[in-house]
Nanobody, 123 residues
Framework: QVQLVESGGGLVQTGGSLRLSCAAS????????MGWFRQAPGKEREFVAN????????YYADSVKGRFTISRDNAKNTVFLQMNSLKPEDTAVYYC????????????????WGQGTQVTVSS
């Protein structure tokens, strides 16, 4: 059984930075895609970024491109989301998720989810 545990959320001012972590366990992830999603109050969960475990290729939502960076540490089975130049509209619960196969931005294509970590950006 795959387990995902996020950490690193918190309260930050506009323009600040946070680094989220997602520790994965329970499987060998070489064929997996790891994704970050977020959900703001009253809104649907949306794609933020993903990374293919095998080669490290990445893809970002337009809203975070140039500000957020997704990366992985193979030895620790951990994926990171470095978030810079944060804006109030980045406020949300951030989730990491895993799917086996090709990269996707579709929420429903991811099989396993973490519990989420709150990110709040004050103006």
């Amino acid at each position: 059984q795959v387990q995902l545990v996020e950490s690193g959320g918190g309260l930050v001012q506009t323009g600040g930075s946070l680094r989220l972590s997602c520790a994965a366990s329970g499987r060998t992830f070489s064929r997996f895609v790891m994704g970050w999603f977020r959900q703001a109050p009253g809104k649907e969960r949306e794609f933020v970024a993903n990374i293919r475990w095998s080669d490290g290729s990445t893809y970002y939502a337009d809203s975070v491109k140039g500000r957020f960076t997704i990366s992985r540490d193979n030895a620790k089975n951990t994926v990171f989301l470095q978030m810079n130049s944060l804006k109030p509209e980045d406020t949300a619960v951030y989730y990491c998720a895993v799917r086996e196969g090709s990269p996707s931005v579709v929420v429903g294509f991811y099989s396993y989810w973490g519990q989420g970590t709150q990110v709040t950006v004050s103006s």
